[in-house]
T-cell receptor, first 114, second 108 residues
């Protein structure tokens, strides 16, 4: 059972570089989301999707782009990395988006921007 | 101001002790979830509570949803080193929002 798979596990970028964090789930979940986790701040929602072709902004969307062309994949793009984007990023999915559903998380990507 | 306030932020106890951590808000929610996160991993769901006053037990963990559905508590009886982790509460408020968590360390 793969569940939610995130790659890479670790990444170091220089300021201004771009990159894509990959997220894939094999559970046919409608809802997928990206969070960042910083010390003392908990998990903050970046972007989310309630189905293929549908995305929306969360609490902290600036500096990040997403797209959802398939049910399985939900990549997160950093167009021009900044030191403030140093964080641990988690992708999560759930069967539906109606609330109260169990969220399944990937194991995270630790990103450092120098 | 965060939607969910968790306390304490840090808690370090000896094996065998009891503890309670809290998740508070001024808003009313239809349900509330508790997750546990271990180092290097994503959070894992422990429980969902949906009814005001509801109590759910998971082995030595007891979860309670406040009568007004604004707050929740997690009580651990006879804590063990395996309970060490970050405990997060979460609610659905147009999207899923998390508290900052309580980082629990249980020393042998």
């Amino acid at each position: 059972n793969a569940g939610v798979t995130q790659t890479p596990k670790f990444q170091v970028l220089k300021t201004g570089q771009s990159m894509t964090l990959q997220c894939a789930q094999d559970m046919n979940h409608e809802y997928m989301s990206w969070y960042r986790q910083d010390p003392g701040m908990g998990l903050r929602l970046i972007h989310y999707s309630v189905g293929a072709g549908i995305t929306d902004q969360g609490e902290v969307p600036n500096g990040y782009n997403v797209s959802r062309s398939t049910t399985e994949d939900f990549p997160l793009r950093l167009l021009s990395a900044a030191p403030s984007q140093t964080s641990v990023y988690f992708c999560a999915s759930s069967y539906s988006w109606t609330g109260g559903e169990k969220l399944f998380f990937g194991s995270g990507t630790q990103l450092s921007v120098l | 101001t965060q939607l969910l306030e968790q306390s304490p932020q840090f808690l370090s106890i000896q094996e065998g002790e009891n503890l309670t951590v809290y998740c508070n808000s001024s808003s009313v929610f239809s349900s509330l979830q508790w997750y546990r996160q271990e180092p290097g991993e994503g959070p894992v769901l422990l429980v969902t509570v949906v009814t005001g006053g509801e109590v759910k037990k998971l082995k030595r963990l007891t979860f309670q949803f406040g009568d007004a559905r604004k707050d929740s508590s997690l009580h651990i009886t006879a804590a063990q080193p395996g309970d060490t982790g970050l405990y997060l509460c979460a609610v659905y408020n147009n999207d899923m929002r998390f508290g900052a968590g309580t980082r629990l360390t249980v020393k042998p």
